[in-house]
């Protein structure tokens, strides 16, 4: 059997990120609580408002409950800041090897989605600042708000699957450079499932958690889809 739809992430597997993600949550925190890189790292790709939770909640301890008041707040600080990031920074631009690899897989047959931590407002300014709602590139596009749960449940990729009209998830590759992303392909019983080491984890993060490959970047990837490898081949 070989691979019908390829799911990605967006920040720092196809879109180049430049820990901008990272800088405006630890930005919208800063009010109201200080946070490392690593631990806003430590729930990236899950869905921001869930994210946000969990981090205040870090600080307030054990029992501490983040007001949904006090969560929306920050999350609306968080959004207006990537916003004006994906309108107006310099930089913005597909990572590495992305538009080649959509290319081939495009040209092989193989739907594409994108899937995100992001809410529908984020997801669409970085489609429109790259011009990827165009030309028919991408087969659909996931938001975390349009789903019940969003990673690391299976929902993101179920939608997508819908979406594209694949039913059988073995025929899926869920593509990502978080644990959570991996983690999704994993609930959602994806054939492959593959981490991106040059994005916001190393290797050694991601080899922490179920894959099925993990590759320095999506130069790799068409050979594992279009080669239809064995899922045992290779286990990073």
């Given at each position: 059997m070989s691979i019908e739809l390829v799911i990605f992430d967006m920040a720092g597997t196809?879109?180049?990120?430049d820990d901008?993600?990272?800088l405006c949550l630890r930005e919208a925190l800063a009010q109201h609580i200080a946070v490392t890189r690593d631990e806003v790292n430590s729930v990236m790709g899950l869905p921001k408002p869930i994210a946000i939770r969990l981090l205040l909640e870090r600080e307030l301890g054990a029992g501490g409950a983040a007001s949904p008041d006090l969560v929306q707040a920050v999350h609306e600080g968080f959004l207006s800041r990537m916003?004006?990031?994906?309108?107006?920074?310099?930089g913005i631009e597909?990572?590495?090897?992305?538009l080649e690899t959509f290319g081939q897989l495009k040209e092989a047959g193989v739907r594409l989605a994108l899937d995100t931590g992001f809410s529908r407002p984020i997801v669409n300014a970085i489609l429109e600042r790259l011009g990827w709602n165009q030309g028919g590139l991408l087969d659909a596009t996931v938001a975390s708000d349009e789903v019940a749960r969003g990673r690391p449940h299976a929902d993101l990729a179920l939608k997508a699957m819908e979406l594209t009209g694949?039913?059988?998830?073995?025929?899926?590759?869920k593509v990502g450079d978080t644990p959570s992303d991996l983690q999704e392909g994993t609930?959602?019983?994806?054939?492959?499932?593959?981490?991106?080491?040059?994005?916001?984890h190393t290797r050694d993060q991601l080899a922490a958690h179920p894959h099925t490959h993990l590759i320095a970047s999506l130069q790799e990837l068409p050979a594992l889809v279009l080669g239809n490898l064995s899922l045992a081949a290779h286990r990073g």
């Open positions: 196809t879109v180049r990120d901008a993600v990272n916003l004006h990031h994906y309108h107006s920074a310099p597909p990572m590495p090897h992305t694949v039913k059988n998830p073995k025929l899926v590759a609930a959602a019983g994806c054939g492959l499932v593959i981490g991106v080491t040059n994005g916001s």
